[in-house]
């Protein structure tokens, strides 16, 4: 199966990676959201991002202009008719997600994959709301995706061996390279990374130690290349939240129990990075 064209639904934080990732790939990308101007200004910050590269060499000239032509922004739906594959990133949220799907499952050609990027949520109940749920699959990009090189490829209960040979390969064809998990809450990664920085949370509302310093810690005591609370705003809290939530929801151990901070935080709109305030200031 030849996959050129890839639709990709939600412009935020990982739709802009991702989005870039594919592009600097040599794939299209038909990058769509519900107001067009999300996907302007993920397409204008992808190109800021690699103008500032090119002059300071980091990449050869003319990567930019490559890069960009390949993303066509969108708010029309209609427009991911023809894609070949769709990689699916809009919010973490259930309700959103299944109007989604039944809306995709509807509108493209049968045998096109639908992967979701979901970081906590199930993907057998995403893959039921679609008549294709073989074809519905967990393809789990890190932040930022047009850097970071793990894709964790996670069938659901439903997914056809063939739909998981196409999103492995596909993974590798743009430089990433694909883990199999099964269905899991937090899969690999998130299940050893998100109760990390929820401890993180909790041992600043315990007031432990600063923020600071328990980044500090963590970068100099244990080797992270970044502290579990900058991360957790690279993340977005509300993210981080949503899968101890579901860590915790899915398994009913205390041990997932979300830190009272992080749940403050999300209700206080800090979210991190994309909100300018999280446990730092941006
Ligand atoms: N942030 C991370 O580090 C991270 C990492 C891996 C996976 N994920 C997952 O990726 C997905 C997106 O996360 P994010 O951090 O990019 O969120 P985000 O809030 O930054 O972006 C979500 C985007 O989806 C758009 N959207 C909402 N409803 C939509 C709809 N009906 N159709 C099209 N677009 C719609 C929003 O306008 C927004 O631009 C989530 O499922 C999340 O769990 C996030």
């Known amino acids: 199966m030849t996959i050129k064209k890839i639709g990709l639904l939600g412009a935020g934080t990982m739709g802009q990676g991702i989005a870039w990732a594919f592009a600097a790939a040599g794939k299209e990308v038909i990058l769509y959201d519900i107001k067009q101007e999300f996907c302007d200004r993920a397409l204008n910050a992808i190109g800021k991002s690699l103008e500032k590269s090119e002059q300071k060499g980091r990449v050869p000239a003319g990567t930019k202009a490559a890069v960009v032509s390949k ?79 793990l894709v964790e490829v996670i069938p659901c209960l439903q997914t056809s061996e063939a739909t998981l040979d196409v999103v492995t390969a596909l993974s590798a064809e743009i430089g990433k390279t694909p883990v199999r998990v099964k269905e899991g809450p937090g899969f690999v990664v998130n299940r050893i990374l998100v109760p990390a920085i929820n401890e993180g949370s909790q041992i600043l509302y315990e007031n432990l130690a600063t923020a600071a310093d328990i980044d500090t810690a963590m970068k100099l005591g244990a080797g992270w290349p970044m502290g579990p609370l900058e991360l957790c705003d690279l993340v977005g809290a509300d993210i981080a939240l949503a899968v101890m939530n579901t860590l915790y929801g899915e398994t009913g151990d205390p041990k997932y129990r979300p830190s009272t901070l992080l749940k403050q935080q999300v209700r206080a709109g800090w979210l991190g990075r994309k909100t300018g305030k999280g446990f730092f200031q941006y």
Request: hydrophobic content about 45%; aromatic content about 8%; overall charge negative.
């Open 71 to 149: 993303i066509i922004p969108t708010g029309k739906f209609e427009d991911l008719a023809d894609a070949d594959f769709i990689v699916e990133c809009v919010f973490e949220n259930m309700d959103v997600k299944k109007d989604v799907y039944t809306r995709l499952d509807a509108l493209l050609k049968p045998e096109v994959i639908i992967s979701t990027n979901t970081s906590s949520l199930p993907i057998t109940e995403i893959a039921a709301f679609t008549k294709r749920a073989d074809k519905v699959v967990g393809m789990h990009f890190f932040n930022p995706a047009n850097v970071m090189k």
